[in-house]
């Protein structure tokens, strides 16, 4: 105890304190799966130096693989991983990252041409409890394919609502101005793989998106025109922080199945307030 009376110290029990925050000028400071400096210690995680310093589920996958690939002996060089160069690639100059002509706009003309500036991009990510049997229904949309070929099965029982809101967006190759835009959506952690003499053996791990819900037509037909994202145009309100309901997402959609129902506006997602505890209340 002489220790710790003679220094400042703090338990980190709430989460927003244990978790490792992306805060400006630190990642410099982060350590890469194979650089602890003990030779049986391999780093994971997506606080690791992973080229994609964000702290989601998919810098976390990314932390993991290259902590595999630094427990099998591989390097960048010889196992590339997609997405470890991100980071990277956002600071070279525009005209080294890509060798392809200038976009091309459809029709419409509402869709923004890639790439993009974002400002103050702002990412939150809720796992919820889903029903296992209903998610492989979802993903079976993906099962075209003869599963000798090619399979894709549902992992776990959570699908990850994440909420994403930007309020700078900007083509940077017609910048012509900016717009805001809101985005929820729904995803599914899958495993995707091939049937091998009848077992099913995977080989790479995705996020599908069967759901995504923005609030302005120029985020739809961008999604849609230049990606290929199944954006849906939906109506969203934000609550003050002491208000009881702090979000609500509305889309049109039909009450029910018939001829004679019609396409009305449906509250889809509400997320209300409920008593909560922090600090050591928590932890009882």
């Given at each position: 105890?002489a220790?710790?009376?003679?220094?400042f110290?703090?338990?980190?029990?709430?989460?927003?304190e244990?978790?490792?925050?992306?805060?400006?000028?630190?990642?410099?400071?982060?350590?890469?799966?194979?650089?602890s400096?003990?030779?049986?210690?391999?780093?994971?995680?997506?606080?690791?130096?992973n080229g994609?310093?964000?702290g989601?589920?998919?810098?976390?996958?990314?932390?993991?693989?290259q902590?595999?690939?630094?427990?099998t002996?591989?390097?960048?060089?010889?196992?590339?991983?997609?997405?470890?160069?991100?980071?990277?690639?956002?600071?070279?100059?525009?005209?080294?990252r890509?060798?392809?002509?200038?976009?091309?706009?459809?029709?419409?003309?509402?869709?923004?041409?890639?790439?993009?500036?974002f400002?103050?991009?702002?990412?939150?990510?809720?796992?919820v409890?889903?029903?296992?049997v209903l998610?492989?229904r979802?993903?079976d949309?993906?099962?075209?394919?003869p599963?000798?070929?090619?399979?894709?099965r549902a992992?776990?029982n959570?699908?990850?609502?994440?909420?994403?809101?930007?309020?700078?967006?900007?083509?940077?190759?017609?910048?012509?101005?900016?717009?805001?835009?809101?985005e929820?959506?729904?995803?599914?952690?899958?495993a995707v793989?091939?049937?091998?003499?009848g077992?099913?053996?995977?080989?790479?791990?995705?996020?599908?998106?069967?759901?995504?819900?923005v609030?302005?037509?120029?985020?739809v037909?961008?999604?849609r025109?230049?990606?290929?994202?199944?954006k849906?145009?939906s109506e969203?309100?934000f609550?003050?922080?002491?208000?009881?309901?702090?979000?609500?997402?509305?889309?049109l959609?039909?009450?029910s199945?018939g001829?004679?129902s019609?396409?009305r506006?449906?509250?889809?997602?509400?997320i209300?307030?409920?008593?909560?505890k922090t600090g050591?209340?928590?932890?009882?």
């Open positions: 105890m220790r710790f009376d003679a220094q110290w703090g338990a980190n029990i709430d989460p927003s244990r978790y490792v925050l992306s805060a400006a000028g630190s990642t410099r400071h982060r350590l890469a799966a194979g650089d400096q003990f030779a049986n210690l391999v780093l994971a995680g997506d606080w690791v130096d994609f310093p964000v989601c589920v998919e810098s976390a996958t990314l932390g993991g693989l902590a595999a690939r630094a427990i002996g591989g390097t960048a060089s010889s196992h590339p991983i997609f997405g470890e160069r991100i980071a990277e690639a956002a600071a070279l100059p525009m005209q080294s890509s060798r392809l002509p200038r976009y091309v706009p459809g029709l419409t003309d509402l869709e923004l041409p890639p790439p993009y500036t400002k103050k991009l702002s990412i939150r990510s809720f796992p409890l889903g029903d296992a998610m492989q979802v993903v949309r993906l099962n075209i394919a599963p000798e070929v090619c399979e894709v992992v776990g959570l699908v990850y609502m994440q909420l994403a809101q930007y309020p700078y967006l900007q083509s940077q190759s017609d910048p012509e101005g900016y717009f805001t835009e809101n929820l959506s729904f995803n599914i952690l899958a793989g091939k049937r091998v003499k077992q099913f053996v995977a080989d790479s791990l995705a996020y599908y998106f069967p759901f995504i819900y609030d302005n037509d120029w985020a037909a961008t999604g025109e230049v990606f290929g994202y199944p849906i145009c969203m309100q609550g003050a922080p002491d208000d009881d309901t702090l979000f609500k997402l509305s889309t959609a039909l009450p199945r001829s004679d019609q396409a506006l449906v509250d889809l997602v509400t209300q307030r409920i008593d909560s050591f209340d928590a932890l009882l």
